[in-house]
């Protein structure tokens, strides 16, 4: 089975955002180290590619919570029967009865079309059926007027440019769904969080062209705009990173449908896979994105590709760090099954644990600080990566950090210098990556 291949082809400039508490996980107090991708212009040799992970920290009990990546092959992606009911219901409540009724009549489908459509459910085509433009209209023959569905439903590809129309609907499912005081909502967080992503570029390979960059695609019901999926158009996949959708379309599972939604535009666009973004099983409102098959989670220490099979879920479940390249570097790879009855689980909790101040103040911390799991330590940063080398863009030049503040004296630990900054990104991402990254420092130091 073919892996999902890893973003390639661009260098990729990291902008440092420091610790954040994250609420949308309720009942999951963590911090996070956090990074955002500035731009993707310069070819790199040889195919070598970067890769981001977020690393978390739980603070409530000690325990690991590790934000993974999940990714789908969008050509051998099958509907589930719940998936497919989720699309056909939306379908038939954009037509209404009687716009059906009247299709029938005007514009019938034969015999051999009803058969194909019961017996195979091809998702780039059912996905759209209920898409304004996909709509056959033909005219009623007494008044000559085109037959129109109950809604007016429309998807489109826009820049990921700020508008005060979108910016209404953040604001709202911020409110709302993710229960944020007003004094945490604003137009410069909306800006920096969902509409500063990578630079847009037409892509041409192998005789097509491709959309690359940071895009909304923006979903309007009689005009007004119910939804937004934040993208991320690479050569190989469309990476998901935000949906925003409005409480009058809940009933609908836009997160399902924003979901098949993508992956069809994966297929279509020849991305072929779909990264489903940031996975934490503990959190019931992302379990929806484990019943898409074929995906794999993306191991936290080997970066390798897992498939998420019942038995990594099993494994999820039981234990809030999961990694089999170590279970396996370890020796104590089994079933998960046999997880809760013999040794080995108790051994691999051992292993697993770490300590955790609940008490510390993330902001006052350095990441070294907060035993995240498949971080380096400050003694292995020392010893594998020249963190004076790491290299950063000041005002578009690219210089190495170790030329830039009083290097020798500051302390790795202390994440307001330079020295911190380059050794916490160093110890998150590794030894390879770290000699390819690009640290984007904005303006003049």
Not at 62 to 76: H, M, R
Not at 88 to 103: C, P, V
Not at 251 to 271: D, N, P, T
Not at 340 to 352: D, G, I, P
Request: aromatic share 10%.
């Amino acid at each position: 089975m073919q892996q999902p291949p890893a973003h390639g082809g661009y260098v990729s400039y990291m902008s440092p955002l420091g610790y954040q508490n994250n609420s949308f996980i309720v009942n999951h107090p963590r911090v996070s180290l956090r990074s955002a991708l500035a731009t993707l212009t310069t070819p790199l040799p040889n195919g070598k590619c970067i890769q981001f992970i977020t690393k978390d920290s739980s603070t409530e009990d000690g325990g690991g919570v590790t934000i993974v990546l999940l990714a789908l092959d969008g050509i051998a992606f099958k509907p589930q029967k719940d998936q497919r009911k989720a699309v056909n219901r939306f379908t038939d409540h954009i037509l209404g009865q009687e716009y059906k009724r009247l299709a029938a009549r005007l514009c019938p489908k034969s015999r051999e079309e009803k058969r194909r459509k019961k017996q195979n459910f091809d998702l780039c085509k059912r996905i759209h059926e209920a898409e304004y433009p996909t709509i056959k209209r033909p005219p009623v023959p007494k008044s000559g007027k085109p037959i129109e569905p109950a809604y007016k439903f429309e998807v489109s590809l826009e820049s990921d440019t700020y508008t005060e129309e979108k910016y209404a609907l953040f604001a709202n499912y911020q409110k709302v769904v993710h229960k944020e005081p007003p004094s945490r909502i604003s137009r410069a967080g909306f800006k920096s969080f969902l509409c500063s992503g990578m630079q847009r570029v037409l892509y041409k390979s192998d005789g097509h062209e491709q959309k690359i960059g940071s895009y909304h695609q923006c979903y309007r019901l009689d005009g007004r705009l119910v939804a937004i999926g934040v993208l991320d158009l690479m050569s190989d996949c469309v990476s998901s990173v935000y949906l925003i959708y409005h409480e009058s379309v809940s009933e609908w599972e836009f997160g399902k449908l924003s979901a098949l939604q993508e992956i069809a535009l994966a297929v279509e666009g020849q991305y072929r896979y779909y990264y489903m973004g940031y996975y934490i099983h503990s959190c019931i409102k992302m379990r929806y994105k484990a019943a898409f098959h074929p995906t794999y989670l993306l191991d936290p220490e080997s970066y390798n590709w897992d498939p998420l099979d019942h038995d990594l879920l099993a494994r999820l479940t039981i234990h809030k760090y999961v990694s089999l390249s170590r279970e396996r570097r370890l020796g104590i790879l089994v079933h998960a099954k046999e997880l809760e009855s013999n040794q080995a689980n108790k051994q691999l909790t051992s292993v697993n644990a770490h300590d955790s101040d609940s008490e510390s103040d993330p902001e006052s911390m350095s990441l070294f600080d907060m035993n995240m799991p498949g971080v380096m330590s400050p003694a292995e940063v020392m010893s594998q990566i020249p963190v004076a080398e790491v290299k950063a863009r000041v005002n578009n030049k690219t210089l190495h950090l170790g030329w830039l503040g009083d290097w020798e004296h500051d302390d790795m630990k202390d994440s307001s210098t330079l020295h911190g900054v380059a050794a916490e990104f160093a110890a998150c991402v590794g030894p390879s990556l770290a000699k390819e990254i690009f640290i984007d420092l904005g303006g003049s130091m």
